[in-house]
């Protein structure tokens, strides 16, 4: 009984490291780019879409567990805060939980692995992939760079992040290529315009933290105000994609994100009730879940028949 109980407690600590709503939030952007490069003729075996997906996650983990570590102290300071999915003082690192030699095993193994797996897909999608990690995991999180915690850069660093992740999903399968500078600045804009309400959402927890992100210096109500032209932008941008000799997987999530974005703006201003947005993520997350499933379904059996 002891044993099953310490084993509980230890997958406990580690599923919250992995954080599965924002591995969620990113695995779409890559099953994006691999659906979009199976649907231009791109081929690989089963075993190395696996591998993919395995890299993907060991990055994630890394990416993760890296945001978490650099935050304890914040975490343990500001432990009546609690951030979309968990009291931040519930976090292994604050806790106490995570020793030095699990800490160290735990980036090199999620680290290795995200190395590891993706070279066995192709070195262009290994290149993708780790660069993501760097991107999301330590230029966002590492106190020698903390974009996080910098105006605009928060935001940037998000939709850039996801961006190469798309990249890297599109060379699983063509490596060596990309799929165009317009499907990639859609997405960014759509990132960006996507992650704007969280940036807006955690104002008074970043204030505590002593965070100067683009919500705490530019205030919440402003960067709702900025989802609005980010929105007009993206109309022209998905117009002129549908005019492109692109994958058609492209051109259905511009058809459904364009909208989605527009009524996703709308919806957060009219749900905007001073210093939190009243909304159930659900009603986003769902849609995109579905999507998900349905790119992912689509693009194993096109890349493997």
Same mark, same amino acid.
């Given at each position: 009984m002891e044993i099953k109980t310490r084993l509980e407690a230890h997958l406990h600590k580690y599923w919250i490291l992995f954080r599965m709503k924002t591995m969620f939030i990113?695995?779409?952007?890559?099953? =994006?780019?691999f659906a979009s490069a199976a649907a231009m003729g791109g081929k690989a075996p089963g075993h190395k879409i696996a591998l993919m997906y395995l890299g993907f996650l060991c990055g994630s983990f890394f990416s993760s567990?890296?945001?978490?570590? $650099?935050?304890?102290?914040?975490?343990? =300071?500001?432990?009546?805060?609690?951030k979309g999915d968990l009291h931040m003082s519930?976090?292994? /690192?604050?806790?106490?939980?995570?020793?030095?030699?699990?800490?160290?095993? =735990?980036?090199?193994?999620?680290?290795?692995?995200?190395?590891? /797996?993706?070279?066995?897909?192709?070195?262009?999608?290994?290149? /993708?992939?780790v660069g993501s990690v760097v991107i999301l995991g330590i230029l966002y999180s590492h106190p020698w760079f903390r974009f996080k915690a910098k105006p605009v850069l928060d935001i940037a660093t998000n939709a850039l992040g996801a961006v190469i992740l798309l990249v890297a999903g599109w060379n699983a399968l063509k490596p060596a290529t990309w799929p165009g500078f317009w499907p990639l600045f859609f997405?960014?804009?759509?990132?960006?315009? =996507?992650?704007?309400?969280?940036? $807006?959402?955690?104002?008074?927890?970043?204030?505590a933290a002593g965070f100067r992100t683009s919500g705490v210096v530019f205030g919440a109500e402003a960067m709702l105000k900025a989802m609005i032209p980010m929105c007009v932008l993206l109309i022209p941008v998905a117009t002129y994609n549908f005019t492109l000799p692109i994958a058609w997987t492209f051109k259905l999530f511009f058809a459904l994100a364009l909208p989605g974005a527009i009524v996703f703006t709308a919806g957060m201003h009219l749900l905007w009730r001073p210093p939190h947005i009243r909304f159930n993520a659900g009603l986003l997350v769902y849609p995109i879940a579905a999507l998900l499933v349905f790119y992912f379904v689509y693009a194993v059996n096109a890349a493997i028949a």
């Open positions: 990113y695995i779409f952007p890559t099953t =994006l780019g567990s890296l945001n978490f570590y $650099a935050d304890v102290e914040s975490d343990r =300071l500001h432990n009546d805060m609690y519930d976090q292994p /690192f604050a806790t106490g939980e995570m020793g030095k030699l699990e800490t160290v095993l =735990l980036f090199a193994l999620s680290g290795a692995g995200c190395v590891l /797996f993706s070279l066995l897909v192709n070195v262009w999608y290994a290149a /993708f992939m997405g960014f804009l759509f990132s960006s315009t =996507l992650y704007i309400p969280s940036v $807006a959402n955690d104002v008074p927890f970043d204030k």
